[in-house]
């Protein structure tokens, strides 16, 4: 396993500086300067040239780039143009809201979708199947945007069972910042159960369907030990691989449930940040993302590798 760790963490590093310059490269096709943005009316030719060289704009495009790279080899993600605050700060103090949303998303999605999934999968072709599968198709159609103004409408507006933004961080009040996520990971996480409830469904079947199964069960074992101990766990090693892609996609759907919450994450800075031109901000908020799911993968290569001895490295 420490041979597969060192092997990502290596890929990892040429992977980031791809990305960064793409994201760097891209800047100059949006059309406007980032002076111009910030000038807004008083923005004249003249005040766009000063400010342009204030930020450092009018220096060589290969310059910037590496002095970017040797500032965020060393934790500097330089400073917002708009704001001036730099970009670490700001990127770190948005960045436990929106773990604590995708995290929650993740947790409604392997509950729900784990569970619905295994239900479905020990009986393939029954009711509850049949029911699972409508189920799963409308939550694959749904976006989460109509899912969480649903959720705030019925729960929050109608029934006050919870607040209809109400983030507050974990230190301040740990009951609080439960209750702000319910809505929002529900929002964030059924979409996604609805994937993982058809990967686990899928690998469910495949499992019990196996001699092995049929070997236990002609031993005397109880069939709800083979489903748990032994059906699950093996149906677990494809719902992993599901899991990852599963959390890239939720870090970009967060945006818009972080619009719709209200919440002070990274999404919603780096919206703002896009339509601002505040280029300094974009590329370190996906800088700062891309490293977020390529941790994500690595716990689930290690997992994979702990469910399943023959993905190890030899």
């Given at each position: 396993?420490?041979?597969?760790?060192?092997?990502?963490?290596?890929?990892?590093?040429?992977?980031?500086?791809?990305?960064?310059?793409?994201?760097?490269?891209?800047?100059?096709?949006?059309?406007?300067?980032?002076?111009?943005?910030?000038?807004?009316?008083q923005a004249t030719p003249e005040r766009v040239a000063e400010v342009e060289a204030q930020l450092g704009l009018d220096r060589p495009?290969?310059?910037?780039?590496?002095?970017?790279?040797?500032?965020?080899?060393?934790?500097?993600?330089?400073?917002?143009?708009?704001?001036?605050?730099?970009?670490?700060?700001?990127l770190l103090q948005r960045m436990p809201a929106t773990l604590s949303l995708v995290l929650g998303g993740v947790?409604?999605?392997?509950?729900?979708?784990?569970?619905?999934?295994?239900?479905?999968?020990?009986?393939?072709?029954?009711?509850?199947?049949?029911?699972?599968?409508?189920?799963?198709?409308?939550?694959?159609?749904?976006?989460?945007?109509?899912?969480?103004?649903?959720?705030?409408?019925?729960?929050?507006?109608?029934?006050?069972?919870?607040?209809?933004?109400?983030?507050?961080?974990?230190?301040?009040?740990?009951?609080?910042?439960?209750?702000?996520?319910?809505?929002?990971?529900?929002?964030?996480?059924?979409?996604?159960?609805?994937?993982?409830?058809?990967?686990?469904?899928?690998?469910?079947?495949t499992a019990l369907s196996s001699r092995y199964v049929d070997a236990l069960t002609a031993t005397g074992i109880s069939r709800s030990r083979v489903v748990v101990r032994y059906g699950l766990k093996n149906a677990m090693v494809p719902v992993l691989a599901a899991t990852g892609i599963t959390f890239s996609i939720m870090i970009g759907a967060s945006f818009v449930v972080e619009k719709v919450f209200g919440f002070p994450g990274v999404g919603s800075l780096l919206l703002t940040s896009v339509i601002g031109k505040d280029y300094p901000v974009v590329q370190g908020g996906v800088l700062l993302i891309a490293c977020l799911v390529i941790a994500v993968n690595l716990l689930i290569d290690v997992g994979y590798g702990l469910l399943n001895p023959k993905a190890r490295p030899q």
């Open positions: 396993m420490g041979r597969l760790i060192g092997y990502r963490l290596a890929l990892a590093l040429p992977q980031l500086a791809l990305l960064s310059l793409v994201v760097f490269s891209l800047t100059y096709f949006v059309p406007g300067s980032p002076a111009a943005a910030i000038l807004g009316f495009a290969l310059v910037r780039l590496v002095d970017w790279y040797a500032g965020a080899f060393t934790g500097d993600l330089g400073q917002s143009y708009v704001s001036g605050r730099p970009v670490t700060d700001m947790v409604v999605a392997l509950v729900v979708g784990v569970g619905l999934g295994a239900l479905a999968g020990t009986r393939p072709g029954g009711v509850a199947d049949r029911v699972i599968a409508a189920v799963t198709s409308v939550g694959l159609a749904v976006p989460q945007f109509w899912i969480g103004l649903v959720l705030t409408l019925v729960f929050a507006v109608r029934l006050g069972w919870v607040p209809v933004i109400g983030y507050i961080p974990l230190e301040q009040d740990p009951v609080a910042w439960a209750r702000g996520l319910i809505l929002p990971s529900l929002a964030l996480g059924l979409s996604a159960a609805a994937l993982i409830a058809r990967q686990t469904r899928a690998a469910m079947v």
